[in-house]
């Protein structure tokens, strides 16, 4: 298999790298030696990221590199997938604050790009992209996680608008959004049917953001409660009845949003390198496994890019890099300490890998569910039995 890129990928890596190495390091955060996006951080250290990602993102998009994807219309790029995957993978080369993007940049600039009105493009996508506004996406519930078609949160049409009850969870970064990007049911109709997509403004009467602190002490996802709040025709994102199709697109685009590179096998590297740890077979065994886990990853990660470059949909690689990244971490976290003995105990990046890999095996869709979709498109196992609840 040829690996390799192709000229016209050579070319335009080679001018994202070149625009990156001028301007990227002046918006690098300092070298913590965190490995994991769930890292502690002080409610200052958050406001902070927030603010630095929100000046990379306006610099980028000064300069023409933001929203690559995205019509110029709109404000994006313009350019293709391929050309954002292959600038996501040099971007990651630099500590830049990008986690607190992940959410906007990943689901809902590619949501409202497809979905929106001209007038939803103007108004939302370019406070987005040009680093003015974050946003967030408000899709699960205390009762409707993996299976999202059980969702309750209700949408009541009024004479003038909607009027929105219930409550969401796990919303990331919704303490600095804006505004969310709302999936409700609208209709009393079973399951993915009768469901719309809004975009609501979390700053309005009726909306109240509440924190949910992690077990690292990190507060990056929230609680968000309506209370009768109100949004106009005009919020609603797709038709009224289209939200299953509009929720579908989203997930689709998020696996173009995974970072592979984001497994540890290098710090993992330096650390054998450099510690004097026990002799223990198992460690190297252990490293062996997180090396290839990130060679695979790096593979997957072309094929990716291959299927966007043909036109195709992204297929089951999107599952197993989710389930491949979170294994290699837990794993290369797990190498790590026993390398550290006793020293792993005390609070440090590897034990926030522990930690966070944790949380990566939910976010996102859970492992199991990772597992049921390799088994069942990949495989062609029999499908789960799927519970029909009204
Ligand atoms: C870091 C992080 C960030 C997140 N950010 C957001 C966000 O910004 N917006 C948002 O809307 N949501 C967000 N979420 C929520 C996330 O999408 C849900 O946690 C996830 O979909 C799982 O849902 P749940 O927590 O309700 O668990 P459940 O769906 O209740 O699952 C509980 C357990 O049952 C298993 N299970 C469920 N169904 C099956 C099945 N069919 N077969 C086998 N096993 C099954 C699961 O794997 C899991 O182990 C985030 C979650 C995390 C961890």
Excluded at 118 to 147: T, Y
Excluded at 368 to 379: G, Q, S, T, Y
Aim: glycine fraction near 10%; proline fraction near 6%; include cysteine.
């Amino acid at each position: 298999m040829d690996l390799s890129d192709s000229p016209d990928d050579v070319a335009y890596r080679d001018s994202a790298a070149a625009w990156l190495a001028d301007n990227a390091p002046a918006f690098e955060e300092p070298d913590t030696g965190r490995l994991s996006v769930f890292g502690f951080r002080s409610s200052v250290e958050s406001v902070t990221h927030v603010e630095q990602s929100l000046a990379w993102q306006a610099h980028k998009h000064a300069e023409g590199w933001a929203g690559i994807g995205v019509s110029k219309e709109y404000g994006g790029s313009g350019g293709s997938i391929p050309h954002k995957l292959l600038f996501t993978e040099e971007e990651g080369r630099y500590r830049l604050p990008l986690d607190a993007q992940s959410v906007t940049m990943g689901m809902v600039v590619p949501t409202l790009a497809q979905w929106g009105t001209s007038e939803q493009r103007e108004r939302h996508l370019l406070p987005l992209l040009s680093g003015r506004q974050l946003s967030c996406q408000l899709f699960s519930e205390p009762d409707a996680g993996s299976d999202l078609a059980a969702i309750r949160t209700t949408a009541r049409k009024t004479a003038d608008g909607w009027l929105i009850n219930g409550q969401k969870i796990w919303t990331s970064y919704a303490q600095y959004a804006s505004f969310g990007y709302l999936l409700a049911r609208s209709e009393d109709a079973p399951r993915h049917h009768g469901l719309t997509a809004f975009l609501i403004d979390l700053k309005q009467p009726g909306v109240t953001v509440r924190p949910l602190k992690q077990a690292t002490g990190a507060h990056t996802f929230n609680e968000v409660f309506f209370d009768d709040a109100v949004v106009s025709d005009d919020a609603v994102l797709g038709r009224p009845g289209q939200g299953w199709e509009v929720a579908m697109s989203t997930l689709m685009a998020e696996r173009y949003s995974l970072e592979p590179d984001m497994v540890g096998a290098k710090p993992l590297l330096d650390l054998l390198r450099t510690s004097d740890y026990p002799a223990d077979p198992a460690i190297h065994r252990q490293f062996a496994d997180v090396y290839t886990i990130q060679h695979i990853l790096g593979i997957l990660k072309l094929r990716l890019r291959t299927a966007a470059a043909e036109g195709r949909a992204p297929g089951p690689e999107g599952s197993i890099t989710k389930l491949l990244s979170t294994d290699g971490q837990y794993l290369a976290a797990d190498t790590a300490l026993r390398a550290l003995g006793p020293d792993g105990v005390l609070a440090n990046p590897w034990t926030e890998l522990l930690t966070g890999a944790l949380g990566m095996r939910i976010g996102g869709g859970t492992d199991e569910i990772m597992k049921n979709a390799i088994a069942e498109r990949v495989l062609g196992l029999p499908r789960e039995p799927r519970v029909q609840q009204q």
